[in-house]
C-alpha cells in the first residue's frame, strides 16, 4: 500500500486528487492543507510519496514545507503548481523532486506521474544500496589488487597495467582474476561495471 501525503490547501482538488488516487486501490491519502497539518501527518504516519500544492497561502509555501520535511525523510515528492513559472521552478529544483504537475492536469496524467515518481525513486534507491555493498566488497581486496582496480579504471590493458606498476603482464591477469572472484564478478565486462557504477576512484583510499 502506497501511502501519500497530500499537501493541498483547495479543498475541491484536494477531493478530487483524493478520489483519483484511492480509486486505483494501492493508494492511501492523507490531506492537509497547511505547514502545521503537513508535519503532523508526516510524522505520525509511514508516508512515502508526497504531493505537494507550490502555492500555499501559509505561514510556508508548498516548497519551504518539503525543505522540512525532506530533513525528516527522503521519499519522492511530486509538485503541483497553476503557473509556468522559472523562479517557483528554480526554486523548486533545490529539493530535487521527481516530477511537477501543471494544473489543470487530467486523471491519466496524475496517476502516471504518481506511478513514475514512485519507479523512480525506488530504482534510486536500490542503485544507491547496490553502490554502498560494492564499496563494502572493496574491503576484501589487498593493497595492490585496490591499485590494479584504480588502473583499470583508467582503460588501460593489462600490459600497460603492468607498466605502470612494473610487474608482468600474466601477473596483472591473475591478480584481475583474484579480483573478479573475490567481488563475485564473472567477466572483464562485469568488472568495468562495477569500476563505474561504484565510483572507484572515490571509493578506494
Not at 486501490?25 to 492543507?33: L, T, W
Not at 502516471?112 to 519507479?119: E, K, Q
Not at 525513486?121 to 589488487?145: C, D, M, S
Amino acid at each position: 500500500m502506497r501511502r501519500i501525503l497530500l499537501i493541498e490547501d483547495e479543498l475541491i482538488v484536494a477531493m478530487d486528487i483524493i478520489k483519483c488516487l484511492e480509486r486505483k486501490g494501492n493508494n492511501k491519502v492523507f490531506s492537509a492543507r497547511n505547514y502545521k497539518e503537513s508535519m503532523a501527518l508526516f510524522l505520525m504516519e509511514d508516508i512515502n510519496l508526497v504531493i505537494c500544492d507550490v502555492n500555499l497561502n501559509d505561514v510556508k509555501d508548498g516548497i519551504e514545507i518539503i525543505e522540512e520535511l525532506m530533513e525528516i525523510k527522503n521519499i519522492p515528492v511530486v509538485y503541483l503548481t497553476a503557473y509556468d513559472n522559472t523562479e517557483i521552478i528554480n526554486r523548486a529544483k533545490d529539493t530535487v523532486p521527481y516530477a511537477y504537475l501543471l494544473k489543470p492536469y487530467n486523471e491519466l496524467q496524475l496517476q502516471m506521474t504518481i506511478d513514475l515518481a514512485d519507479i523512480n525513486f525506488k530504482k534510486k534507491e536500490e542503485g544507491h544500496i547496490a553502490v554502498e555493498e560494492n564499496i563494502y566488497k572493496l574491503e576484501e581486496l589487498t593493497k595492490r589488487e585496490k591499485e590494479i582496480l584504480l588502473v583499470i579504471a583508467t582503460g588501460k590493458t593489462s600490459k600497460e597495467i603492468g607498466d605502470c606498476l612494473s610487474i608482468s603482464k600474466h601477473t596483472v591477469d591473475q591478480h584481475k582474476k583474484n579480483i573478479k572472484k573475490k567481488l563475485n564478478l564473472s567477466t572483464i565486462g562485469e568488472l568495468v561495471s562495477f569500476i563505474m557504477t561504484t565510483h572507484i576512484e572515490h571509493a578506494i583510499r
